[in-house]
């Protein structure tokens, strides 16, 4: 069964500091990728997913992810943060058919002015 | 349009209260997901229903009864909770089973007294 590993729990930025989440999975196979945004009081929402083809893939609010499958990676990337990406930030996968969607424990982002 | 919604937003219930968690979706998705979400953790997959069919059940207890009325609802029946079931739940749908993205609720809140 596949697993995700998020080694950062808690993270804490000033604002426009750079920000990368790191997220790790160990699975043989292939497998599809997310990143899911909950911000205080709401809901998932999804960020950015790979699937296949280009391994830079950009999601919404300027956030991006690089799948490396050398080292069953996939991190989070933002260039310069603001005060309203202050949430937790879920990484998912995902391995074909019938199975589940296996999200990693999360790492919570403060950004402080 | 990507919307799950989901009533009631808030429960609280005593132990030996009958309730019912809704669940709808109109993107024609054919795959909704119960999970369970406590507070700062990820979300823990219950049930996969596919096609109106129950084709997951994480080994949770009966007294969580999901039920697939249409395609496009979803009803999770709750009996006889206890404290520890207090949580966030939420629902999720995606076109398949398959690698297709999930899409969630913004859940409902419950308390079990």
């Known amino acids: 069964a596949q697993s995700v590993s998020q080694h950062n729990h808690h993270v804490i930025l000033s604002e426009a500091a750079s920000l990368e989440l790191g997220c790790n999975y160990s699975?043989?196979?292939?497998?599809?990728l997310f990143w899911y945004v909950q911000y205080p009081g709401q809901h998932l929402q999804l960020l950015l997913k790979?699937?296949?083809?280009?391994?830079l893939v950009k999601g919404i609010k300027g956030f991006e992810a690089e799948f490396i499958k050398s080292k069953f990676s996939f991190n989070l990337r933002k260039p310069s943060v603001q005060w309203s990406d202050t949430a937790e930030y879920f990484c998912?996968?995902?391995?074909?058919?019938?199975?589940?969607?296996?999200f990693g424990k999360g790492t919570r982002l403060s950004v402080i002015a | 349009d990507t919307e799950v919604t989901q009533t009631p937003k808030h429960l609280v219930m005593g132990m030996t209260n009958k309730k019912s968690l809704k669940c709808e979706q109109h993107?024609?998705?054919?795959?909704m997901y119960w999970y369970k979400q406590k507070a700062k953790k990820p979300p823990e997959l219950m049930f996969v229903?596919?096609?109106?069919?129950?084709?997951i059940n994480e080994s949770v207890p009966s007294r969580f009864s999901p039920e697939c009325p249409n395609s496009s609802l979803l009803n999770l029946h709750l009996h006889a909770l206890q404290p520890e079931d207090s949580a966030l739940y939420l629902c999720?749908?995606?076109?398949?089973?398959?690698?297709?993205?999930?899409?969630f609720g913004p859940g409902t809140r419950l308390l079990v007294l």
């Open positions: 999720a749908s995606s076109q398949q089973t398959g690698e297709e993205t999930q899409y």
């Open positions: 699975y043989g196979g292939t497998v599809n």
């Open positions: 790979y699937f296949s083809g280009d391994p």
């Open positions: 998912a996968v995902k391995a074909p058919g019938n199975t589940p969607l296996v």
């Open positions: 993107m024609g998705h054919r795959a």
């Open positions: 229903y596919s096609y109106e069919k129950l084709s």
